[in-house]
């Protein structure tokens, strides 16, 4: 079943190799052929603007009152792309073995290059849309780098960098909504994949503001409903964000992959309650001129302006001197952890270390720093009451990206023939960890380069299909299913709120599948999430009724995280080595780095459903490097 479809010949040539020999639909044809596209942030809205422009019936769902909600407006930073306008040694190759190492050799060769190869045409498509990238005084579109890299290469708008390009790609899908090529469904929320004959056929949507149940039929169904970060609760993801729409492809048959490749985001605004429902992520951009350090002596409550310069640790320049306070996220964000946890951390709770931009400042003005950062530094100062001008910012690591997701062949294809999964709902392109700026990129690179190709690729075959409506078997049964667990919900008459389930959960994989983990943790988080389990069936207490109830569609979400935590931890105890993100304690050099296990574990892990307290099946898809050599991942 799982057939990654690699195109054969030379890696710089495999992606112009696919399209050449890529099947065709007749534009006549087009207009017979259906398709949903759940999800419309940067991979869903490119990817239903560009399918309609070229003829297609599109879907368009999301669960937010409009598609210029989707979380991609959150991606502050930038969005990379092998230009090389800074002159200073970038190319294709370059961006493709930073994207490799970065990943610590678990992606594909293949898709990582042709993610390299379409970035160039990604800014060029932007500028055209209108996105408003910083620009140097001459005119030229301007850089900067991020964490994992030694170019510049990461184009950017200020620090709203995802806003700018959602409404440009909110723009394209707009008009051909107008144009009565998408229709949009917002407020409304896949529950059910639809399979009919083995191929994805439909889904059943709940509309959130009456709660009534809608079958929907397709000849593809794409899924770009972002990552599952929020399983940890407090994370950088919006409170809506969730994993439903993958996990209910998961059970009907879709393998997910790389599930614990969980990215924690170095810079992000500590816990400052236990009530809060989120952290406020700080773009990796202000790295470039901000230095991490923390005091030298533990439990040091003096303010940081006072601490004298010799008393001041820059641990990752002491570290990783060749990429000092840009090193890739994973490595600053466990780097950031031990400092802490070894007592040298600091804030009203003592879990933030210091981001101080007095250096950048006196050198550069305040003027280039406020030119560069201003947004950033007004959004930190109105959250904290911090000057982050005339004293170190506080920051913290926390729960962000998800580099595992849907498995999906090179076409972007899952295990069900017809569901596709862009953007972070996949696994494809990152590896055990993302570099900076490379989701906007990836995002964009599948719904406006690549899946305009693949899906048509696919519905070529699909012409004489049999065509289903909404009165097929398979469609009542799906209704039915989500029918029954939504009444199961509001009958459970327990004592407890979805969101005390949600809390305990995120806290368990915080403290056991988080930033390190070990096969004692990992086994003691699968037994508790099972309890937990049991308790949420049993003790869960949802108010209100069956139409428009927040604390409903919660619990639907919060249940599905719970299957997915346990998973997590089966996939992190399985592979015994550290790489990337996944750090795993009995593997480790002396002085704290990770030791990979190539001969044993170098492979995408793959899991299938088995039904419900069943231990997942796991499949091996063999990861091969020839374009590259396997090496130590060093950043020092």
């Known amino acids: 079943m799982m057939k990654s479809k690699i195109p054969e010949g030379p890696l710089s040539e495999k992606w112009s190799t696919y399209k050449a020999k890529a099947k065709l639909v007749n534009p006549a044809n087009r207009k017979k052929l259906n398709i949903i596209v759940v999800g419309t942030g940067l991979a869903g809205a490119s990817c239903a603007a560009s399918l309609a422009e070229q003829g297609y019936n599109i879907k368009s769902f999301c669960f937010q009152d409009s598609p210029r909600r989707a979380h991609s407006v959150a991606a502050q930073g930038g969005v990379n792309a092998a230009k090389n306008y800074k002159n200073d040694g970038d190319s294709t190759f370059r961006m493709f073995y930073d994207t490799i190492k970065g ?67 909110y723009q394209a899908l707009e008009r051909q909504a107008a144009l009565g090529k998408v229709t949009l469904y917002t407020r409304h929320e896949m529950l059910e994949l639809v399979v009919i004959d083995g191929k994805a056929k439909g889904i059943i949507a709940r509309n959130l503001e009456t709660g009534k149940l809608e079958r929907h039929t397709a000849d593809a169904v794409v899924l770009a409903s972002g990552g599952y970060g929020k399983v940890y609760y407090l994370s950088t993801l919006a409170m809506g964000c969730n994993s439903s729409a993958v ?30 429902s989120k952290l406020t992520l700080m773009s990796e951009s202000l790295r470039n001129d901000g230095r991490i350090w923390v005091p030298k002596r ?32 994973d490595i600053s964000s466990r780097a950031a952890k031990e400092r802490i946890d070894a007592g040298h951390g600091v804030g009203p709770m003592k879990n933030a270390i210091y981001l101080d931009f007095s250096d950048a400042i006196k050198a550069q003005g305040k003027d280039k720093i406020e030119a560069k950062y201003s947004n950033l530094f007004s959004m930190y100062e109105k959250i904290t009451g911090i000057n982050a001008y005339q004293e170190p910012m506080l920051i913290s690591p926390s729960a962000h990206f998800t580099m595992g997701g849907l498995w999906v062949d090179y076409e972007l294809m899952t295990t069900i023939p017809g569901l596709f999964a862009l953007g972070e709902a996949n696994f494809a392109d990152h590896g055990a960890n993302r570099l900076g700026a490379n989701s906007l990129l990836q995002a964009c690179v599948d719904g406006y380069f690549i899946a305009p190709y693949t899906i048509p690729n696919y519905l070529a075959g699909e012409l004489n299909a049999t065509k289903f409506d909404i009165d097929h078997p398979a469609f009542e049964e799906a209704e039915n299913a989500v029918r029954r667990q939504l009444d199961r919900f509001l009958h459970t008459n327990g004592t407890l709120s979805a969101d005390y389930f949600h809390k305990k959960i995120g806290r368990l994989l915080y403290e056991k599948c988080g930033l390190s983990r070990s096969r004692k943790n990992l086994e003691e988080a699968i037994i508790e999430i099972r309890e937990l389990k049991a308790s949420f069936e049993k003790d869960l207490r949802i108010t209100g009724d069956n139409t428009l109830n927040s604390e409903l569609e919660k619990a639907g979400r919060i249940a599905d995280y719970i299957e997915l935590a346990e998973l997590m931890c089966y996939d992190a105890l399985q592979r015994e080595e550290s790489c990337g993100a996944h750090f795993r304690e009995e593997y480790q050099t002396p002085d704290g780095e990770a030791v990979r296990n190539d001969e044993d574990f170098c492979y995408v892990s793959a899991w299938e459903w088995k039904g419900q307290n069943n231990v997942p099946e796991l499949h091996k898809e063999p990861l091969v490097f020839e374009a590259v050599e396997l090496a130590v991942r060093s950043y020092k």
């Open 247 to 276: 996990w209910r492809a998961h059970k009907k048959g879709a393998y997910m992959a790389g599930v614990s490749w969980i990215q924690f985001h170095p810079t992000s605004l500590p816990q400052h309650g236990e009530n809060q």
């Open 103 to 169: 990943g610590d050799f678990r992606s594909r060769e293949a898709n990582v290059y042709r993610l390299a190869e379409c970035s160039a045409h990604l800014i060029d498509h932007a500028v055209a849309q209108g996105v408003p990238f910083a620009r140097e005084y001459a005119g030229y579109l301007n850089n900067r780098s991020f964490g994992g890299v030694q170019v510049s290469r990461t184009f950017y708008a200020r620090g709203q960098t995802g806003q700018q390009l959602l409404l440009g790609a």
């Open 298 to 329: 533990a439990d040091d409550d003096r303010n940081a302006n006072s601490i004298p310069e010799e008393e001041r640790d820059y641990y990752l320049e002491r570290r990783y001197p060749s990429f000092g306070n840009l090193a890739p996220r």
